[in-house]
C-alpha cells in the first residue's frame, strides 16, 4: 500500500517566517509533486520533482522553492510566509498506470499565515 | 479560461439517486481521464482511470468521456451517504517519460452530499 506522509496536518506561522513542509513516500516513485488548494481556485501545481536533485516550476512557483536531496523526500519551503501563502498543502508521488502515470496523494497540511 | 471546468456545486441529492458529475476541456491532447475523491480534510484518492473515448464501470460507479466534445462523466449509481465529498476530475497528455507529460491538470472539484 503507497504512503505518502506529510509532516504536519495543521501549522500556524508568522509573517516573514522560513516554513518547511516534508514530505516522504516510501514506494521509491521517482516523480513527486506540490500543489496548493483553495476554494474556488482547485488545485494548482507549485513544483515537481522528476529525479534527486532535480525540479521543475509548475504553474504558481513564486514564493517557493523545493528540495529534494533523496529520492523519498520532497521538501516545500517558504522562505518569507506571507498571508497569501495560507492553503492547503498537498503532495502527492506518481506511479504508473498503463500509459500514463497518476498520482498518490498525501493527507495535506493546513497552513494558516498570521 | 481555465483547461478544466468543473461545476464545483454544491450538489445535494437524496440517498439512492443517480449522480452525474461533469467536466469540459479546452486541451485537445489530454488523453487520459481521471476522477478523485476527496473527503473533507483528507487528500484526493484515484477513483477511476480512463483512457481516450469510451465508458469504464467499476461497482456503482462508471466514468464517461467523449473526447470530440471534449467532456467528461461520472456517474454513481445508488448513491450512499459515504460517497459525500468532493470529486474531482484529471487529466494528462500522457506519454510517460516525459516529465511534463504525465503532469495532471485538474477540475476545481465538485462537492457532493448525499442525505440519508
Known amino acids: 500500500d503507497v504512503k505518502v506522509t506529510q509532516s504536519s496536518r495543521y501549522l500556524v506561522k508568522r509573517t516573514g517566517e522560513k516554513v518547511f513542509l516534508e514530505c516522504v513516500q516510501d514506494?521509491?516513485?521517482?516523480?513527486m509533486f506540490w500543489y496548493r488548494q483553495d476554494p474556488g481556485l482547485g488545485l494548482r501545481l507549485i513544483y515537481f520533482?522528476?529525479?534527486?536533485?532535480?525540479?521543475e516550476k509548475g504553474d504558481i512557483p513564486e514564493g517557493y522553492s523545493v528540495s529534494r536531496e533523496k529520492k523519498e523526500r520532497f521538501s516545500l519551503i517558504l522562505e518569507s510566509a506571507s498571508t497569501n501563502q495560507t492553503s492547503m498543502y498537498l503532495c502527492?508521488?506518481?506511479?504508473?498506470?498503463?500509459?500514463?502515470?497518476?498520482?498518490?496523494f498525501g493527507p495535506g497540511t493546513r497552513l494558516t499565515v498570521l | 479560461q481555465k483547461e478544466v471546468e468543473q461545476d464545483p456545486g454544491p450538489l445535494s441529492v437524496p440517498e439512492g439517486a443517480i449522480v452525474s458529475l461533469n467536466c469540459t476541456y479546452s486541451?485537445?491532447?489530454?488523453?487520459?481521464f481521471m476522477w478523485y475523491r476527496q473527503y473533507s480534510r483528507k487528500g484526493p484518492e484515484l477513483l477511476m482511470y480512463?483512457?481516450?473515448?469510451g465508458n469504464k464501470e467499476d461497482g456503482r460507479f462508471t466514468a464517461q468521456v467523449d473526447k470530440s466534445s471534449k467532456y467528461i462523466s461520472l456517474f454513481i449509481r445508488d448513491s450512499q451517504p459515504s460517497d459525500s465529498a468532493t470529486y474531482l476530475c484529471?487529466?494528462?497528455?500522457?506519454?510517460?517519460?516525459?516529465?511534463?507529460?504525465?503532469?495532471?491538470?485538474f477540475g476545481e472539484g465538485t462537492q457532493l452530499t448525499v442525505n440519508p
Open positions: 480512463t483512457y481516450s473515448s
Open positions: 514506494m521509491d516513485h521517482e516523480n
Open positions: 486541451n485537445s491532447a489530454f488523453q487520459y
Open positions: 502527492a508521488s506518481s506511479f504508473p498506470l498503463a500509459g500514463t502515470d497518476t498520482q498518490y
Open positions: 484529471a487529466m494528462s497528455r500522457g506519454a510517460r517519460g516525459e516529465t511534463s507529460g504525465s503532469r495532471l491538470t
Open positions: 520533482s522528476y529525479d534527486v536533485k532535480m525540479k
